[in-house]
């Protein structure tokens, strides 16, 4: 019998990528969540109201809930295929949550990112969505998200219902050990872009993500409308294909930032350099909105010491916020 796993990725063959944006060959428009989950739902609990996605109920309230929990800078949308794959293949539902500072959930205070806070807000959003009785679940999480799933699956109120755990890439050692190369590597990555297409590509092409269709599911729900202050998911319904002949001027920028896996090189040149970008401005051409690409050691509390690795390796994972979308600006002090 045929294996359902994907095949492998083959291995970098160390030609040199083609110039951004030219040969396209492949359909980077965007595509809507709704191809994947039945509705999204905006719990609103103690820490903020979290942006969840839901698959249809299963018919047996017995069946488990897969509760997905996304990595630093992803969303929840990067499970859509896994969702519909995943119900295809049995009867569950999958309940896909954007962590606070991701996607469009809003937490109340973005400063606190407390591995206990994490935690808390995953058991919140658990107990407001299925009440007192809740049924089987199954933890999956990758990346930071693994981080937070293991310590959920360890809450006194809710270990009686936890029926497994999956934990997908988390960190080898300890986040503390990896902060050395993460500046370089987040000053590596583009400002922004000139469409919702244009962010689809660099993703595939950066490595980011490797297959398409999930860059065009999960891609919009990353980057943010520099003239709205609005995530392009809002935008895919009546979203319009960027032609060459009429290329897109929309002002997209990056949402939150991804930590590349240890080991691996940025493959995109480094962004436009502030004065390149104000010169750009003057000019009439795209400008950008600025992001807060990681949060300074010294602005994250530490709380107990034994959340100390496990706080500032998320806090260098979550972005705070992003700036107001009328000031343009990549220059400001970090707050």
């Given at each position: 019998?045929?294996?359902?796993?994907?095949?492998?990725?083959?291995?970098?063959?160390?030609?040199?990528?083609?110039?951004?944006?030219?040969?396209?060959?492949?359909?980077?428009?965007?595509?809507?969540?709704?191809?994947?989950?039945?509705?999204?739902?905006?719990?609103?609990?103690?820490?903020?109201?979290?942006?969840?996605?839901?698959?249809?109920?299963?018919?047996?309230?017995?069946?488990?809930r897969i509760v997905t929990l996304h990595g630093?800078?992803?969303?929840?949308?990067?499970?859509?295929?896994?969702?519909?794959?995943?119900?295809?293949?049995?009867?569950?539902?999958?309940?896909?949550?954007?962590?606070?500072?991701?996607?469009?959930?809003?937490?109340?205070?973005?400063?606190?990112?407390?591995?206990?806070?994490?935690?808390?807000?995953?058991?919140?959003?658990?107990?407001?969505?299925?009440?007192?009785?809740?049924?089987?679940?199954?933890?999956?999480?990758?990346?930071?998200?693994?981080?937070i799933a293991v310590r959920v699956a360890n809450?006194?109120?809710?270990?009686?219902?936890?029926?497994?755990?999956?934990?997908?890439?988390?960190?080898?050692?300890?986040?503390?050990?990896?902060?050395?190369?993460?500046?370089?590597?987040?000053?590596?990555?583009?400002?922004?872009?000139?469409?919702?297409?244009?962010?689809?590509?660099?993703?595939?092409?950066?490595?980011?993500?490797?297959?398409?269709?999930?860059?065009?599911?999960?891609?919009?729900?990353?980057?943010?409308?520099?003239?709205?202050?609005?995530?392009?998911?809002?935008?895919?319904?009546?979203?319009?294909?960027?032609?060459?002949?009429?290329?897109?001027?929309?002002?997209?920028?990056?949402?939150?930032?991804?930590?590349?896996?240890?080991?691996?090189?940025?493959?995109?040149?480094?962004?436009?350099?502030?004065?390149?970008?104000?010169?750009?401005?003057?000019?009439?051409?795209?400008?950008?909105?600025?992001?807060?690409?990681?949060?300074?050691?010294?602005?994250?509390?530490?709380?107990?010491?034994?959340?100390?690795?496990?706080?500032?390796?998320?806090?260098?994972?979550?972005?705070?916020?992003?700036?107001?979308?009328?000031?343009?600006?990549?220059?400001?002090?970090?707050?």
């Amino acid at each position: 019998m045929k294996s359902k796993l994907p095949p492998r990725c083959p291995k970098s063959t160390g030609a040199k990528m083609a110039p951004f944006g030219a040969g396209r060959r492949r359909d980077y428009t965007p595509v809507s969540w709704k191809q994947y989950f039945q509705k999204y739902e905006d719990v609103e609990v103690e820490g903020g109201t979290f942006r969840i996605y839901l698959s249809p109920e299963p018919d047996d309230p017995r069946r488990p809930r897969i509760v997905t929990l996304h990595g630093g800078g992803y969303s929840a949308l990067s499970w859509a295929l896994f969702t519909q794959e995943i119900t295809n293949m049995i009867h569950c539902q999958v309940v896909s949550l954007d962590i606070r500072g991701h996607g469009e959930t809003t937490a109340k205070d973005p400063n606190d990112l407390s591995a206990d806070t994490l935690v808390n807000d995953v058991k919140e959003v658990i107990y407001k969505l299925f009440g007192a009785e809740l049924p089987p679940l199954l933890l999956m999480g990758h990346s930071m998200g693994g981080a937070i799933a293991v310590r959920v699956a360890n809450v006194p109120e809710l270990e009686n219902y936890v029926e497994g755990l999956v934990v997908i890439d988390v960190v080898e050692g300890t986040a503390m050990e990896a902060l050395a190369s993460m500046q370089s590597f987040l000053r590596s990555r583009p400002t922004h872009f000139r469409s919702i297409e244009h962010a689809i590509e660099w993703c595939v092409r950066s490595g980011q993500v490797r297959n398409v269709e999930s860059a065009r599911v999960s891609m919009p729900s990353q980057i943010v409308n520099c003239e709205t202050g609005l995530l392009a998911t809002n935008e895919v319904e009546n979203y319009k294909p960027e032609t060459p002949e009429a290329p897109s001027r929309r002002e997209i920028t990056s949402r939150v930032d991804v930590i590349e896996e240890e080991g691996e090189e940025p493959t995109f040149k480094p962004p436009p350099s502030v004065g390149d970008v104000k010169e750009a401005e003057m000019k009439g051409v795209t400008s950008a909105l600025r992001v807060e690409l990681f949060r300074k050691e010294q602005d994250i509390d530490e709380g107990e010491a034994g959340n100390r690795s496990f706080q500032k390796g998320i806090g260098y994972l979550i972005e705070r916020r992003v700036d107001h979308p009328n000031s343009h600006s990549l220059d400001k002090t970090q707050q």
